[in-house]
């Protein structure tokens, strides 16, 4: 069963930066296409970025294209999500997902599992 924990969620003011890590218990973590989504009160979930199992390819939204840095450590089961220049606008309760496939979703109803969710505040 696969079972995604995040950690590294806060408050940080603009311009800062955080690291979001996301932990796989299962054992088949090195399959799943792996993103980040986040989603602010009364907005619809946003796409952030993905990456493939093998780390090869990736995809980033463009409102964070420059500023944050996705990665995977298959070896622990983990992917990090790198977050520079914050801004205001990416407040958000930010998700770690998984997909059961060879490809990049940017959609959240392609994701098969969840994590809890961290909440990032960036102030002014």
């Known amino acids: 069963q696969v079972q995604l924990v995040e950690s590294g969620g806060g408050l940080v003011q603009a311009g800062g930066s955080l690291t979001l890590s996301c932990a796989d218990s299962g054992r088949t973590f090195f399959m799943y296409t792996m993103g980040w989504f986040r989603q602010a009160p009364g907005k619809e979930r946003e796409f952030v970025v993905a990456?493939?199992?093998?780390?090869?390819?990736?995809n980033y939204a463009d409102s964070v294209k420059g500023r944050f840095t996705i990665s995977r450590d298959n070896a622990k089961a983990t992917v990090y999500l790198q977050m520079n220049s914050l801004k205001p606008e990416d407040t958000a309760v930010y998700y770690c997902a998984a997909a059961r496939s060879p490809v990049i979703w940017t959609t959240s109803s392609r994701y098969d599992y969840w994590g809890q969710g961290t909440q990032v505040s960036v102030s002014s």
């Open positions: 990456i493939t199992g093998t780390g090869f390819n990736t």
